[in-house]
């Protein structure tokens, strides 16, 4: 696990699957994911000053697993879109990928590296719908982006010219080049809100997996063929 400084208040945490990042607002910050399950008190020792909020792109335990754990440890308000909510709370499991072929092995590989069996529920919960403004970074604005998961969302600061894609957007292994992600409910979802994204015309993006892609970007046509990364993405 690494610290990456990308701006002076942006940081990523990088995990063995998947990555957070860290946005400082004076002696305030937000994590965006929290990394799998065991990566709370590595999180914590991170985090300059007071953690506000822990803001939850989706479901999925490589992004939500250190959230309860880090909540608890710091009082930190936790927030998910509402269509995913239930899954982040442990009510009910969330829907699974309809897999490529080739991204079965992938998937597999992903569960092998992260920690089995069920990790620690946010105590609270707060639910969040497309368009809600969120108070840091001079105003994010939640967007949701489904296709992923049902209730995925991004994150626009546009003061900044940052966004927080999740898991909607990837930075190919091969290129660096903004691809739409992988182990998706809905791939057709996925292919409308990754050219959402990339029509706000971002500065720098954040991805879930892979480098954080600096510029503005446009989508690959839909038909292009995508090779598949050579590790969990």
Do not use: K
Request: aromatic share 6%; proline share 12%; hydrophobic share 40%.
């Amino acid at each position: 696990m690494d610290v990456i400084a990308l701006l002076p208040r942006l940081h990523l945490l990088r995990f063995p699957v998947g990555q957070a990042y860290l946005w400082r607002d004076g002696d305030e910050s937000t994590l965006i994911d929290a990394g799998p399950a065991g990566s709370a008190g590595w999180i914590a020792a991170r985090v300059p000053g007071r953690l506000r909020r822990i803001v939850l792109t989706h479901f999925h335990e490589d992004h939500v697993g250190g959230a309860g754990e880090l909540a608890a440890m710091t009082g930190a308000e936790v927030l998910a879109h509402r269509l995913d909510a239930p899954a982040v709370r442990g009510e009910v499991p969330g829907p699974p990928p309809v897999f490529e072929d080739w991204e079965r092995p992938l998937h597999a590989e992903a569960l092998r590296q992260l920690p089995q069996g069920e990790f620690t529920r946010p105590p609270r919960l707060t639910e969040l719908s497309d368009g809600d403004d969120l108070d840091f970074g001079g105003g994010a604005r939640v967007v949701h982006v489904p296709g992923h998961t049902p209730g995925s969302i991004a994150l626009h600061l546009p003061r900044h010219g940052v966004l927080f894609a999740g898991d909607t957007v990837a930075a190919s292994p091969t290129d660096g080049m903004p691809v739409p992600g992988v182990f998706n409910v809905d791939r057709s979802h996925t292919l409308a809100s990754y050219a959402q994204l990339a029509a706000l015309v971002p500065n720098l993006t954040c991805v879930g997996h892979g480098a954080p892609i600096m510029g503005a970007w446009t989508p690959v046509p839909a038909s292009t063929p995508i090779p598949p990364p050579p590790s969990p993405a």
